[in-house]
């Protein structure tokens, strides 16, 4: 008699991303989005800078300070991580993302990567909480068998749905009322 043996899950791709926060000039507590550069699978779509680990990354927090330096010039010295966030895996591609939710020291000017960055976004957190950013659509996007409902916030014109909503969403609550020392 033969054993059974479970169907394996694919291998995920190790990846990690900064949830970068500060307060501007004002004292508005602000986040820092990157808008993908069009092409490739997240063309377009809103994000947290970071990427896939490489062989050289000691660990998943080296990957997410090296692809915030590279892609919008935000220095590992500028970077203060207040807590490691609940690791998540993407629905569609394939990928197992480490999030750090980190105060920030904002540079004078971002320097962006713009084969990967189109535009940084500075939202405020207080927008971001307001029930009127908050919404939820059916969507069929190419490559989904069917529709979905998704959830998302909106980012002026933009949407930020999918794994970096899924970041968000529990953090933006907990950042509002004040449970790390922006």
Do not use: C, N
């Not at 500060?22 to 063309?43: C, F, K």
């Not at 957190?125 to 950013?133: F, Q």
């Not at 998302?152 to 749905?161: A, E, M, N, S």
């Amino acid at each position: 008699m033969s054993e059974v043996v479970p169907e394996q899950a694919p291998r995920r791709r190790e990846a990690a991303v900064i949830v970068p926060v500060y307060r501007d000039a004002e004292g508005v507590t602000r986040l820092v989005l990157i808008r993908r550069s069009e092409g490739g699978r997240h063309g377009g779509q809103l994000a947290f800078p970071g990427g896939t680990r490489d062989r050289g990354d000691r660990d998943l927090l080296a990957t997410a300070l090296r692809e915030a330096e590279e892609e919008i010039g935000l220095a590992a010295a500028a970077i203060d991580v207040l807590e490691t966030l609940t690791p998540l895996d993407t629905r569609t591609t394939g990928f197992h993302i480490q999030p750090f939710l980190a105060r920030i020291t904002r540079p004078a000017t971002w320097r962006l990567a713009p084969d990967e960055v189109a535009e940084v976004l500075e939202p405020a957190l207080a927008d971001l909480a307001d029930p009127k950013a908050h919404g939820e659509e059916e969507w069929q996007l190419a490559g989904w068998p069917r529709a979905h409902r998704v959830e998302f916030y909106r980012v002026g014109p933009h949407h930020l749905w999918g794994a970096s909503y899924r970041m968000l969403s529990p953090v933006l609550p907990r950042l509002v009322a004040g449970d790390w020392r922006l």
